[in-house]
Structure formats: C-alpha cells, structure tokens
C-alpha cells in the first residue's frame, strides 16, 4: 500500500514551519485523553456483563483509570473503542488524526510524531470508522 510522498507543505512554507514546530508537547494528554475517550464512548458498557458505566465509573475512566466491574471484568478507558491496542499516547492519536486530515503524508506524520510508518497507517485506519459506526458497535 503506497502513499503520496510529496510534502503538503515545503520547508520554507508557514505550514511546513509549523508542522515541524509542532510536537505532541503542544498538547495536555489529560484533555486529548477527555476529548478522544468522549468522542468514542457514547455510553461506556462492560465487556463481561454489559452493564452500563455510572457517571462515576465514566469519570474514572475519562481520568485515564481502569475500572473493575462487579462482574470482576477490568476495563481500560481505550477498552471497546478503535483505539483498543493502541500503544500511543493519546496526544499522538490526536496529532496523526490532525495531521492525516491536513493531508499530511504518512511518512512526515511518523517523523513528526516518533512513531512508525505502520502505526500511523494502523491509527488512520482505525479513526476512519465512521463516528455513529462506532457508536452502535457499543450498544
């Protein structure tokens, strides 16, 4: 699978300044956690039991926590979301989401965030489900 690895934007550009100027540091994680979490879980349920999250359970795991069923089931804030399995911090999905949508090659983007090729690509892949495909996957 190939990409375009002609630049959006050249070095000398205001854009090509600023993508290189930008780091996942411009970010708190806090809030890019909060606002990706919230973007994706509708309505958080357990995995086991299918119960659904109280408000509480919810500001444990927008906080970044796990939390522990009365099933015994442990879920993890990325649990049953696009991004289960993801290793990166969620100031990178964040940036690599950004990015890919300014038409930023795959290429750059891994350079600009210190990640692979492959989890770039894997990260794109994964944010194009559609925003109400994931929402129904949790009910």
Do not use: N
């Not at 119960?51 to 522990?68: A, C, I, P, Y």
């Amino acid at each position: 699978m190939g990409y375009d690895k002609t630049p959006v934007f050249d070095d000398s550009s205001l854009g090509g300044q600023i993508i290189s100027a930008f780091s996942g540091d411009h970010f708190d994680e806090a809030a890019c956690r909060r606002t990706l979490l919230q973007l994706l879980r509708s309505a958080p349920i357990c995995p086991g039991c299918r119960r659904s999250f109280t408000s509480q359970e919810v500001e444990r795991m927008l906080d970044g926590r796990e939390h522990r069923c009365e099933c015994g089931r442990k879920s993890f804030p990325r649990s049953g979301t696009v991004l289960e399995g993801v290793h990166a911090d969620y100031r990178t999905v964040l940036l690599i989401a950004c990015m890919s949508f300014w038409g930023v090659p795959r290429r750059e983007i891994g350079r600009h965030t210190m990640v692979s090729i492959d989890t770039v690509e894997r990260i794109t892949e994964r944010l194009k489900v559609p925003l109400y495909k994931q929402h129904e996957e949790e009910v």
